[in-house]
């Protein structure tokens, strides 16, 4: 095994070390402090873990195509929240009164549907106009939230629909519904990004843009693909939460963008594209969703899951800049 | 293919002074559409409310202009805020302002350390600080918010609330600074380092500039803007919860770039910024004047920020639409 793949597995184990690491390290911590009757490591606790990771979790993965294409969206925490609002509110329109429970997979299509359509606007300004994906989601962040605003003034959404909460809360296999989502949503993508031409196009584009032009890959359409599905992911990450929740306040889904971005990077994903693996993000986002848990777990209070998350990105950056100096620096002698 | 622009022709000059046209056409409009809008009143009610916004700003164009991003300003200003008034009542606020100046000055150098000598991508920095300085910020203040014990007795209130000559201190401070720095920017041999970083960072180096150091000092003064508008907003209100700022780092971009600076580094100018936070003030205010809700404000603004960032790009391709396919 040469120096060169000996790092890039390095890379790819990394998160599923971390991951290991965090169990270890706060079964021994927790238990040494002995401030909670239950042991971490238990399964309706693990379980738990997984459905709460799904909404952040749905979303970066689709951050991970948009990501791997050379592109970011900052606009999802707003797309978010508007997709719930429609799923929401179209249920108690009087248009759907005689569809009974039919009104469901209704509310479900036009929230989706929200989402595809404010990810293909996304996608066509950045194709047509070539402004920077980052300024063009940085405007529709604030902009999409100001439509949230505007739905429905400061007030919160709510409806709820009892039908749907049994669904969401409903376990198979003793996997939650939301948990079911986002290993779908882990299939679907993978099988995109690893067996179709479009996945393959989008890891050209973002390695090698002008190089993917050449090569005759039209580099509008498939960016504008992978904003709608992104688009899509959102709302179907609000489908999902906000089934079981029923009320949704307008602030929802703030700052979604940045751990979302966090979970990506923390999988080992290039922020200049090209590289990236959505089962790598999964590890990112159950690994931040362990600290969360775990920082909880030894008493350390939910304040320092911000700080230690803060930190940590750092030094994943740190890190992976040294193991790239390291095997640029091997190959060179 | 190079019809429609030209900087000898009236497209060209669109495109290039677009946003200062644009925002003529909208101060035109919304005078017409109620009187009171350029009253002096009015006025000095918006540029008073953009203060924080425009010093903040300021800080962040030398960071764009060097070629980084800052999306740490915000919760930094939530710290800065945070600490002074906690200590206003510890040590008194002759020690507090300093001491929170110096402690908002040791997280910019920490980041300017990270980005400028160590070289690590900016945006997942700051984003990363962003996280982690709220998260500072809570175990500081456990959470709580905070306020001064008593808030007539104190002479605290004079960088919020008072006036001097007729003028709101935070406009005084906004402008002195604006001045401060932008004589900085445009006059200076660091000023010229700031731009031939951005502009292309290999070139500079080879010609001898130090890099590291140029995107470190940019990243200290953006946290002294930082703490200057932490300093107004604790004396304004007296009192804070520990979100005060969260958000304000992407509407502080937003009037950077509206301004015109580039975010790959090596364009923008002080003035340009200033217009920048006064059209993001005038609009949202305007737009409440002529009876909209105050959110559509938003959705005005993301139409604005990517028209004007498409019109600089198109001016200087010499074409409308993206050539890419």
Known sequence: MNNESRTRLIKKGAIWGFILFELVFFSVAGSYLSLSESAFMDLDNMLLLLKQSAPIGIIALGMTIIMINGNIDLSV?????????????????????????????????????????????????????????????????????????????????????WTLVDFAEAQFLGLHTATW????????????????????NAYAIGDNREAAVNAGIRVGPHMMINFMLIGFLAALSAVVFYSESGS??????????????????????KLTGGAGSIVSTLGGVIAIQLLRKGLGYIGAGTETVNLVIGLILIAVLFLDRQLNIKAKGELKV | MAGGFSRSNIGGLLAKQGILIAFVIFMIGFTIANERFLAPENVMGVVRSSAILGVMALGVTFVVISGNLDLSVGSMMSFSTIVVLDLHDKIGPALA??????????????????VGYLKLNSLIVTLGMLSAIHGLTLTYSGGKNMDIADKDGTWFAVFGQSSALGIPVPILIFGLL???????????????????????????????????????????????????????????????????????????????ILGGASLLGGSGTIFKTIVGVLILGFIQNGLLLVGLQFYAQYVVTWVIIILAVWLDIAAKRGRLLSPIA
């Open chain 1, 77 to 161: 925490g707003a797309t978010y929240a508007l997709a719930a609002i429609v799923m929401l509110d179209s249920m108690t329109w009087p248009v759907f009164a005689g569809f009974g429970d039919w009104v469901i997979p209704v509310s479900w299509i036009l929230a989706l549907m929200t989402g595809v359509a404010l990810g293909a606007v996304n996608g066509l300004i950045v194709w047509k106009t070539g402004v920077d994906a980052f300024i063009v989601t940085l405007g529709a962040m604030l902009g999409y939230r100001g439509l949230v605003f505007m739905y429905n003034g400061e007030e919160p959404t709510s409806h709820l629909n």
């Open chain 2, 97 to 114: 302002i300093p001491a929170m100046f110096a402690m908002t000055l040791c997280l910019g150098a920490f980041i300017g350390f990270l």
């Open chain 1, 181 to 200: 989502f986002l290993l779908a949503v882990v299939g679907g993508l993978w099988f995109l990004m690893n067996r179709t031409v479009h996945g393959r």
């Open chain 1, 248 to 269: 949704v306040n307008p602030n929802d889904g703030e700052l979604f963008e940045l751990w979302a971005i966090t979970a990506v990077v923390l999988g080992g994903t």
């Open chain 2, 178 to 256: 604006a001045a401060v720095l932008g004589m900085v920017l445009a006059k200076t041999p660091f000023g010229r380092k700031v731009y031939a970083v951005g502009g292309n960072g290999v070139a500079a180096t080879f010609s001898g500039i130090r890099r590291a150091r140029v995107v470190f000092t940019c990243y200290l003064l953006s946290a002294f803007c930082v703490a200057t508008a932490g300093l107004i907003q604790a004396s304004r209100s007296l009192g804070s919860q520990n979100t005060v700022g969260q958000g304000l780092e992407l509407e502080v971009l937003a009037a950077v």
